[in-house]
């Protein structure tokens, strides 16, 4: 027989199951449910069976109730999974180009650093080197500058004075002038037309210049006493220490001078060997003479440059000019001026000074009446009127000289005004001239005459500006 619970076999009539163990006594039937039937007449009783007894049956034990299985444990719910963000697609990398043999194109390894290198300054050393060398060019300039007056200065005497000393310091100042123009030439190539090739011979360019320098101080120095002693007979020790202290100012100007270039070269790890500076000197002095060929033919190159631009700016301007004045005198015919004429530049001062002694104060009349006549055909638009000759005559016999005061004031100030107009400015008005007039008179009598220099400045600068402007 096969077990009710869980199918297995087990041996016949077998009241448990030896697997599961389960009851596999019969069932008892479920009670039916009793049937109500109406009341009605109630049937004859039947006879009264005679009474059996059955025999007793054993009592049976309950079947034990079958464990119901536990539940299966429900799934944990599963958590949606959160919805993935687009990321944006990566930009496509171009097509490498290929090599010469049709591959990939080699990838240049990068230099290695060494660890805690610090980043490159030579470009901040570069600058720093040309403007040390360029302040240093600068000032062995002007000292050359100061030497040429003492070359002159000895020349003089030595033609005047037949003065044979003033030969030899005269020797020597040139000498001096060239050892600092040379040195100046060396910084100035250091600090614009210096390479790593002619680092070297500029460097000791700039030490024999030095060298010179000191040569013919300590040859000034002597010739100085020897000339004292021997031809005046004059010796002090002052003068010694006066000599002395000049020598070692020179000295340490030097040395701070070629000591601070090279060091910068050094810091730029460019620094020549200071024994290597002096060797061959025949070859250095050959690559120095090809950068001064090359710095002044680029220098002339510029020039040439420069020139040509400057040449086509003022032919563009002259035309410019040309087709204003054109214009200009077109609208003055139609308005009906008559033509432009040139207006003289040329007037002077000294012309001024000379004519009116000449003749007796005359030219001073034609003077005034030549300068109102121009002014008015300068300013001619501008509403006002310069007195003429006439005007100017009797006014200053009415207010005893006054007036011509004044007519000096407004000129300036007429002038001054006019002047934007020709696109050039004035600093000097009537106000200027007036008081050169009243207070330059205690200046030994001279105010009058810087007046009139003014007026005559300012009128001739405005008749250049104005025949310019109208092409004459």
Same mark, same amino acid.
């Given at each position: 027989?096969?077990?009710?619970? #869980?199918?297995?076999?087990?041996?016949?009539?077998?009241?448990?199951?030896?697997?599961?163990?389960?009851?596999?006594? =019969?069932?008892?039937?479920?009670?039916?449910?009793?049937?109500?039937?109406?009341?009605?007449?109630?049937?004859?009783? !039947?006879?009264?069976?005679?009474?059996?007894?059955?025999?007793?049956?054993?009592?049976?034990?309950?079947?034990?109730?079958?464990?119901?299985?536990?539940?299966?444990?429900?799934?944990?719910?599963?958590?949606?999974?959160? !919805?993935?963000?687009?990321?944006?697609?990566?930009?496509?990398?171009?097509?490498?180009?290929?090599?010469?043999?049709?591959?990939?194109?080699?990838?240049?390894?990068?230099?290695?650093?060494?660890?805690?290198?610090?980043?490159?300054?030579?470009?901040?050393?570069?600058?720093?080197?040309? @403007?040390?060398?360029?302040?240093?060019?600068?000032? #062995?300039?002007?000292?050359?500058?100061?030497?040429?007056?003492? =070359?002159?200065?000895?020349?003089?005497?030595?033609?005047?004075?037949?003065?044979?000393?003033?030969?030899?310091?005269?020797?020597?100042?040139?000498?001096?002038?060239?050892?600092?123009?040379?040195?100046?030439?060396?910084?100035?190539?250091?600090?614009?037309?210096?390479?790593?090739?002619?680092? &070297?011979?500029?460097?000791?360019?700039?030490?024999?210049?030095?060298?010179?320098?000191?040569?013919?101080?300590?040859?000034?120095?002597?010739?100085?006493?020897?000339?004292?002693? @021997?031809?005046?007979?004059?010796?002090?020790?002052?003068?010694?220490?006066?000599?002395?202290?000049?020598?070692?100012?020179?000295?340490?100007?030097?040395?701070? #001078?070629?000591?601070?270039?090279?060091?910068?070269?050094?810091?730029?790890?460019?620094?020549?060997?200071?024994?290597?500076?002096?060797?061959?000197?025949?070859?250095?002095?050959? $690559? *120095?003479?090809?950068?001064?060929?090359?710095?002044?033919?680029?220098?002339?190159?510029? +020039?040439?440059?420069?020139?040509?631009?400057?040449?086509?700016?003022?032919?563009?301007?002259?035309?410019?000019?040309?087709?204003?004045?054109?214009?200009?005198?077109?609208? +003055?015919?139609? +308005?009906?001026?008559?033509?432009?004429?040139?207006?003289?530049?040329?007037?002077?001062? *000294?012309?001024? *000074?000379?004519?009116? @002694?000449?003749?007796?104060?005359?030219?001073?009349?034609?003077?005034?009446?030549?300068?109102?006549?121009?002014?008015?055909?300068?300013?001619?638009?501008?509403? &006002?009127?310069?007195?003429?000759?006439?005007?100017? $005559?009797?006014?200053?016999?009415?207010?005893?000289?006054?007036?011509?005061?004044?007519?000096?004031?407004?000129?300036?100030?007429?002038?001054?005004?006019?002047?934007?107009?020709?696109?050039?400015?004035?600093?000097?008005?009537?106000?200027?001239?007036?008081?050169?007039?009243?207070?330059?008179?205690?200046?030994?009598?001279?105010?009058?005459?810087?007046?009139?220099?003014?007026?005559?400045?300012?009128?001739?600068?405005?008749?250049?500006?104005?025949?310019?402007?109208?092409?004459?």
């Amino acid at each position: 027989m096969f077990c009710k619970q #869980c199918g297995k076999e087990i041996p016949d009539n077998s009241n448990f199951c030896t697997h599961c163990g389960a009851s596999q006594a =019969v069932a008892e039937p479920a009670p039916q449910p009793e049937l109500v039937i109406e009341p009605g007449p109630a049937p004859e009783a !039947p006879p009264a069976p005679d009474l059996v007894f059955d025999l007793p049956t054993p009592a049976q034990e309950p079947a034990p109730k079958a464990e119901e299985p536990a539940p299966m444990p429900l799934p944990d719910p599963v958590a949606e999974p959160a !919805p993935e963000t687009q990321e944006p697609e990566p930009m496509p990398l171009p097509d490498p180009v290929p090599g010469p043999t049709g591959g990939p194109p080699p990838v240049p390894p990068t230099p290695a650093q060494p660890a805690g290198a610090a980043p490159a300054s030579g470009n901040s050393y570069e600058l720093l080197l040309k @403007i040390f060398a360029a302040i240093c060019g600068v000032v #062995c300039v002007l000292r050359a500058l100061g030497s040429v007056g003492g =070359v002159f200065g000895n020349l003089v005497n030595l033609v005047r004075y037949t003065d044979i000393p003033s030969l030899f310091y005269m020797v020597l100042s040139l000498a001096n002038v060239v050892c600092y123009l040379a040195a100046a030439a060396m910084l100035a190539l250091l600090a614009l037309r210096r390479t790593k090739e002619n680092t &070297e011979a500029l460097v000791f360019g700039l030490v024999a210049s030095a060298a010179g320098l000191l040569i013919v101080r300590v040859l000034s120095l002597l010739l100085s006493i020897l000339m004292n002693v @021997i031809f005046y007979q004059f010796f002090r020790f002052s003068m010694l220490l006066s000599y002395l202290g000049g020598l070692l100012g020179l000295a340490f100007w030097l040395a701070l #001078c070629v000591g601070g270039v090279w060091g910068i070269l050094y810091l730029m790890k460019e620094a020549p060997q200071p024994a290597s500076v002096i060797n061959d000197p025949s070859t250095k002095l050959a $690559i *120095i003479t090809e950068a001064l060929k090359k710095g002044a033919g680029d220098v002339q190159q510029q +020039a040439s440059a420069a020139a040509a631009s400057a040449k086509s700016a003022y032919d563009a301007h002259q035309a410019q000019q040309a087709q204003a004045a054109q214009q200009a005198q077109a609208q +003055a015919q139609a +308005a009906g001026y008559p033509a432009a004429t040139r207006i003289p530049t040329n007037r002077s001062l *000294i012309a001024y *000074i000379l004519l009116s @002694i000449i003749t007796c104060g005359i030219y001073s009349y034609y003077f005034i009446y030549s300068v109102a006549r121009d002014v008015n055909t300068m300013c001619r638009d501008d509403g &006002e009127k310069t007195g003429g000759l006439l005007a100017f $005559i009797l006014l200053s016999f009415v207010t005893c000289g006054f007036y011509g005061l004044y007519w000096e004031y407004k000129l300036g100030n007429r002038l001054a005004a006019n002047a934007p107009r020709y696109g050039i400015t004035f600093q000097e008005n009537g106000t200027s001239v007036l008081l050169w007039y009243l207070v330059g008179m205690l200046l030994c009598g001279i105010g009058p005459w810087v007046a009139m220099h003014i007026l005559i400045k300012n009128t001739n600068a405005l008749a250049a500006a104005y025949n310019a402007s109208n092409g004459l």
